[in-house]
Every structure is written in structure tokens, then in C-alpha cells.
């Protein structure tokens, strides 16, 4: 038996019944350790031993390491397959280290698909452990902990902002930035004057004044401007050229999340998530199969094999006139690492037709906008064909414009997806005739200040000033939306009070750091080190004797926000309560913490006229460990009941016995019978108000109760 190891358990579902009865395929789950949060500044590395790392494997993956050294004793070899990138590469060589596998000699399987015939072709070719990448990821990996655990405790400390990063606060610098362009904008006054001229009352707008253009700022200036116009107009030009429009690449992880979000409003996180689904294989008519090639890519070339079945596919199904002259690519960005080819799907015969019984309707959306990208990226051009029409009158020239589609070509298949000039009929003209002028309307305008930055903009954004990665585009905007540094309004991105105030501190002790040319640089080291034209140590130590620099006089000199008080002393203390920030949002404390420990509970917030339908208590507005707002029992956590759930499926409120004792601690909670993992035992139904137990028997209650002392060394731990 071969134990072949990757991320997802929905990939090894799908691998394992390519490779048959001889492989066993067991998913990891991603990282399984990182940095210890132990030693000094609990960063989980050693400083002065040139930044030497000690990791820790994760609490939700000791038994996922169980499993894989159980598997790996009756195995006759362990196969990494993680994913085609950095990370996966990290992950392996995690797994290698955990496992006590040779990274020298472990196979490694590299594939950029998961069909029947990547992993073939990806098992007669194993290659090994890639280490400078190991190195890249390990020194990216220690940068954002050193940069991240220090400067979110200082802001914590002193602003009361919940973290800050390398990517993510140059990113909400740029959401920033604009709302503070918006704020500044002043809009100008401006006319748009149209005339009417001949017998079809052609429209045309004003354009030059003695061959220079011109701008109408003012009434005056419009009306002026109607009362030099003759009632004779001369055709001065009449020019007919024909364009093409070239089809756009295939979709990198980038192009697709602003794509995706300009077709169906779709977040980042949606459409990545929906691709990476995509990637690690679907049920189809009974086999499984991974519908697109790898979904973090920053490259727009596709595979030439893939060129040739979409050349026979568009002259069967279109026609000759329709194929391409070759792959388009889009010119090759400063930061492009150019490591995995474009996303497009895996097999054109899987048609979005033929899959769309088996994907949900979200699914189905983003396969179709990928299988058309690509598809479109190997067409022909749209041929369009435009007319335009001068008439000069008086020195004044207006003009007319038409465009009409000659041949379609690639937007045959991708034209849904994008917007075209609308089509306006305009009669013949021959140059040198007159034309009558009919009429002139006039319209006053204001220019408009620029737009918020949709999650596609960042996205945008990001990808051209080279900060992040395609891996970490969708995470950063969510880490700014869980932090309450943005609102989003369907993808529009609002800075916060909190994040104006994050940004203003940062920028004023960490300028270098808050800008995107430094990030970027930073990202240009971390490819150096991963194709091996560089060492750690070097961008390591110009970080940190940089960053500490400034770190000092930041701790010295920011101002720390003091909390808002309520106007209400603390029942145990007497000190002040004031108002303060936790990870679900606000909540009312003594300000004397850590001294005193005192949390106001919060009232709770009855919702009108309803009922818990399973034990009748009156249902309340609840508030999740996420920070969404939900409607819930008051009983909890007697009673689990959440509005909208199927009451049948809810946990049911806890039954107490008529004749069960008070519990000798509390005196407010029964002793009953529970159930745990490893048997019955006998605790306070108070729980978890009260952690009173005892020993884990089924004898009599009254027995087990004598005794307040007699709780488990289980019961302690918790508590």
C-alpha cells in the first residue's frame, strides 16, 4: 500500500478513485503546525539565533498527524501531493519533517489538474521537496508573525485596533486613501450641448471651436455660445474605419475574482472559494473530475495541448473564420512569477451545459465565466466598423458617431460579459454639402467624485502594485471586513472611524512599511530566495534592525486612547466602567483589569411576540462568535434553539427529574445524569455557570452529591 498525502478531503476523494485499490489517499487539512506562540515576544522565534524557528503542531491537527503516522508504518512509501505552489510546498515539508520522511529522496507530485491523467502523468514523474521555497515560505511566514504579533499588541494597547500586517494595512491604506480623495473632491460645472441637424434630426455633440476642442463651463457660456450657431451647417468630414477587439487572456486568480464580482457580485471570497471547489473535483455522470486547473495563478499563458482541442472545438462548432491567430497574453507584469499557467477548464467537452446538473447555481456561474474566458481567449477578434460625422458651422463643429458590429467573432461566446458601444443609425453624408441646424438642447452637468473601491478594485489594485500573492488577495479584504476597518455595502469597500485611525498611526511611526513600493520589494525578495538567487539571513536582518528602529519610538511616543467611560462604577471595586473592545465588538468592563475581572453581562434584547418553540422561552437577539447578529433562545444554554433551524435537528433543552438534588455548590442547578465521550456521569445541570462533577459513575445521585469537594481533575482543567 502507498500513502499518498494532500490538502483537501474533497481532492483525495477524487485522486483516490483515479490511483485504485493500491493507493491511500488522506487529506491533511491544510497547514498542520506553525510558529509556537512560546519564547520570548511568544513569536515562536529565536532572534539572536539568526531566526531560527520553532514550530508547534496545530491542536485541531494532532489527530490528523495520528492518523498519517499510523498509515505511514504500513505504508511501503508516503507520496507528498500538495499543492503546486509555495505553500504547498511549506506544507510538505512539514509533513516530511512531522513524519520523519527524507526530504531528499520523498516523492513529491506535482500536478496543475486534477484529472485522470495529471496524476498519471504526475506519478511517472515525481520531483522532490523544493527547499528554496521552503525558505521563501518559512521567511514570509516569520516576517508577518515578528511584524504582525507586535505591532497589533501596540496597537491593541494604545488605539485599541484588533491587528495590523504587511499586506493587510498597505491594502486599507489604499481604501483610505480614496475615501479621503472623495471627501476632498469639489465638483465643477460643465454643459453638454447637443445639436439636431437635417431631416432625421441626427444628434451630434459640440467638439471643437477653430480646430481646438472645448468645454462649456457655464450658462452664459452655452447660451452664448446657441446664439453664434447659423442655421446652415457644412459637412466638414465624414470618416468610416474599421477596429478589431481583441479577445482578453484567460483568467488568472486575479482577473477572475474582478470578473466574477463585475457578472454576479460575487466577493472574493465567493468566487475563490467556488474555484477552488471547481479545482478539487466534482461528482460528473457518476466520476469524479476536477473542472479547472489550478485557481492561484498570477500567469494568462495555457497549456499548448489545451490550444489544439480548442482549435478543432471552435471550427467544428463555430467555423473556420473563428479561430484565433494563437494564445493571447497580456503584457507580463513587474511582479508576474509566472509559476502555473492561466485557470481555464480541464476538459472542453465538459461543457457548462453538460456540468450544470451537477453544480450549484454559483457553480455553475463562475465555470461558465471561466469555459468562456478561455474558450474566447483562442478566437478571432470582434470586428467593428465606426462612422463619424463632422458638421462645422461659424468656426463651431459638432459631432456624430456609429458603430456596428461587422463580424462578432470572440464575443460570440464571451459577449454576455462584456458591454459594447450601443449602436445608433446614422444616415449617409457627403462631405462639402450643407445640412440644416434644427435646434441645440442644453444640459448642465457636475463632474462626479471617483467611485469607492469594489473588492474587484482591490483585487486590481494589489495585483499591480505587486503586494500579496494570489493566495492571499481574498483572505486580506476578509481580515479588513472581520477587524471592522471597512464596511461593505455589496462590495463596495467603506473605511471605518477605526480604520482612518489605524492607517493616520501607522503611516506617522511606520511610513516605509505602510507603503506599497517597500511590500512590494519585500515580495521581490521572498521570489529571490525562492528561486534560489538569495539568502534569508539578508532580507530577514534589513527587516527587523528596520522595523524595531521604528517599533521603539512608536512604543515610546503614540499617544494611548483612553476608554470611554459609561458613567457607572464597578459593583466589585468601585472603579470606573468603561467601554471596551473584545473579538465580537463592544462590551462593558472595569477599568481596573486585570485587577479586577468584572464584565457587565448585556441586557438581553427580547424580540417581540415570539417564543422558543421548544421549551417556550421568550427568543432573543444573540450575537455569534463571528460578530453576526442571529435570533436565539434565552434559555440558553439549557435550551440550543437558533431561529431558522429545523426544531427537529436542535438540541433539546436538558431534562431535570423531579426528585434530582440541588447542586451542593451552587444551589441553584439539579444533579442529572450526562453524557460524555468516554461514559455517563453525574453533574450540575447549571453547566456551564457551574462546573461542579463528580466521579463517572451510574450510581445513586445522592451518594455522589455528599461531598462539594468531589469534582474531577477533568472538571479542573476546564474550569
Not at 498519517?68 to 507528498?80: D, F, Q
Not at 496543475?112 to 523544493?130: M, V
Not at 469639489?186 to 445639436?195: Q, S
Not at 472603579?575 to 481596573?592: H, T
Request: aromatic share 10%; hydrophobic share 35%; charged share 30%.
Amino acid at each position: 500500500m502507498k500513502l499518498v498525502i494532500v490538502e483537501s478531503p474533497t481532492k483525495s476523494k477524487t485522486i483516490g478513485k483515479y490511483l485504485g485499490s493500491d493507493y491511500v489517499v488522506k487529506a491533511c487539512v491544510g497547514h498542520i503546525r506553525d510558529l509556537d506562540t512560546r519564547g520570548p515576544g511568544g513569536l515562536g522565534v529565536d532572534i539572536k539565533d539568526d531566526f531560527k524557528p520553532t514550530y508547534k503542531i496545530q491542536p485541531d491537527k494532532v489527530q490528523v498527524v495520528k492518523e498519517l503516522m499510523a498509515l505511514k508504518k504500513k505504508a511501503s512509501e508516503v507520496i507528498l501531493a500538495t499543492d503546486p505552489d509555495r505553500e504547498g510546498e511549506a506544507i510538505a515539508w512539514h509533513l516530511a519533517d512531522v513524519l520523519k520522511l527524507p526530504i531528499a529522496t520523498t516523492p513529491r507530485w506535482q500536478f496543475h489538474e486534477i484529472t485522470k491523467n495529471a496524476i498519471e502523468q504526475a506519478s511517472h514523474n515525481p520531483g522532490h521537496i523544493d527547499m528554496n521555497l521552503v525558505r521563501s515560505q518559512e521567511t514570509r511566514r516569520i516576517i508577518d508573525r515578528i511584524m504582525g504579533f507586535r505591532l497589533s499588541a501596540l496597537l491593541q494597547k494604545k488605539i485599541k485596533s484588533r491587528s495590523a500586517g504587511r499586506v493587510q494595512s498597505v491594502t486599507l491604506r489604499f481604501i483610505v486613501d480614496r475615501e479621503r480623495e472623495i471627501g476632498a473632491f469639489k465638483p465643477e460645472e460643465y454643459w453638454i450641448l447637443t445639436g439636431k441637424f437635417g431631416p432625421t434630426n441626427v444628434e451630434a455633440q459640440l467638439y471643437q471651436y477653430n480646430g481646438k476642442s472645448i468645454k462649456v463651463h457655464a450658462k452664459d457660456e452655452a447660451e452664448a455660445i446657441e446664439k453664434a450657431l447659423p442655421k446652415t451647417f457644412r459637412i466638414d468630414d465624414v470618416n468610416v474605419t474599421e477596429k478589431k477587439r481583441e479577445p482578453k487572456p484567460a483568467f488568472t486568480t486575479s482577473t477572475m475574482q474582478q470578473e466574477s464580482f463585475q457578472a454576479f457580485h460575487y466577493s472574493t471570497k465567493k468566487t475563490q472559494l467556488i474555484a477552488q471547489h471547481l479545482y478539487e473535483g466534482k461528482e460528473i455522470e457518476g466520476s469524479p473530475v476536477g473542472l479547472i486547473t489550478y485557481m492561484r495563478t498570477d500567469a494568462n499563458r495555457v497549456a499548448p495541448e489545451f490550444v489544439q482541442a480548442a482549435d478543432v472545438l471552435i471550427q467544428n462548432r463555430y467555423g473556420a473564420a473563428y479561430k484565433g491567430q494563437g494564445i493571447v497574453t497580456s503584457k507580463k507584469g513587474e511582479f508576474v512569477q509566472d509559476a502555473h499557467e492561466a485557470i481555464r477548464p480541464t476538459d472542453l467537452g465538459m461543457t457548462p451545459e453538460r456540468v450544470k446538473p451537477y453544480l450549484s447555481h454559483d457553480e455553475y456561474n463562475v465555470y461558465r465565466l471561466i469555459y468562456d474566458r478561455a474558450l474566447a481567449s483562442l478566437m478571432s477578434p470582434r470586428k467593428e466598423k465606426t462612422y463619424s460625422v463632422k458638421f462645422e458651422g461659424n468656426g463651431y463643429v459638432f459631432k456624430a458617431d456609429s458603430t456596428t458590429m461587422v463580424f462578432d467573432g470572440y464575443s460570440k461566446v464571451y459577449g454576455e460579459f462584456e458591454n459594447y458601444a450601443k449602436t445608433v443609425s446614422l444616415p449617409e453624408f457627403k462631405k462639402g454639402d450643407s445640412i440644416a441646424f434644427n435646434s441645440l438642447t442644453k444640459e448642465q452637468k457636475f463632474t462626479t467624485p471617483p467611485s469607492r473601491y469594489t473588492e474587484a478594485k482591490v483585487v486590481h489594485l494589489m495585483e499591480a502594485e505587486g503586494i500579496g500573492r494570489p493566495s492571499t488577495y481574498s483572505s486580506t479584504i476578509s481580515t479588513l471586513e472581520d477587524r471592522s476597518y471597512v464596511d461593505s455595502d455589496r462590495g463596495t469597500l467603506t473605511p471605518t472611524d477605526q480604520g482612518d485611525l489605524t492607517v493616520d498611526e501607522l503611516v506617522k511611526y511606520f511610513p516605509e512599511f505602510m507603503s506599497a513600493k517597500y511590500t512590494a520589494n519585500m515580495e521581490v525578495g521572498l521570489d529571490e530566495i525562492a528561486a534560489g538567487k538569495a539568502e534569508r539571513d539578508s532580507l530577514l536582518n534589513s527587516f527587523y534592525n528596520d522595523f524595531t528602529k521604528r517599533f521603539v519610538v512608536a512604543e515610546k511616543e503614540m499617544e494611548k486612547i483612553p476608554d470611554k467611560k459609561v458613567g457607572r462604577k464597578c459593583p466589585l471595586c468601585g472603579r470606573d466602567l468603561v467601554i471596551r473592545k473584545g473579538r465580537f465588538g463592544e462590551f462593558v468592563a472595569c477599568s481596573g483589569y486585570p485587577k479586577c475581572k468584572y464584565v457587565e453581562k448585556p441586557k438581553p434584547v427580547y424580540v417581540e411576540g415570539k417564543k422558543c418553540p421548544l421549551c417556550g422561552s421568550p427568543l432573543v437577539k444573540r450575537v455569534s462568535h463571528t460578530g453576526k447578529e442571529f435570533i436565539g433562545c434565552s434559555a440558553y444554554p439549557k435550551c440550543h434553539y437558533i431561529e431558522g433551524q429545523d426544531p427537529n435537528k436542535v438540541k433539546k433543552p436538558v431534562e431535570i427529574p423531579a426528585d434530582a438534588p440541588l447542586c451542593p455548590r451552587c444551589h441553584k442547578g439539579h444533579m442529572i445524569t450526562k453524557h460524555g465521550r468516554f461514559g455517563d456521569f453525574v453533574a450540575c445541570s447549571n453547566y456551564p455557570a457551574c462546573h461542579y462533577i463528580v466521579k463517572n459513575k451510574k450510581t445513586a445521585l445522592k451518594a455522589e452529591t455528599d461531598s462539594p469537594t468531589a469534582v474531577s481533575d477533568a472538571a479542573k482543567e476546564k474550569k
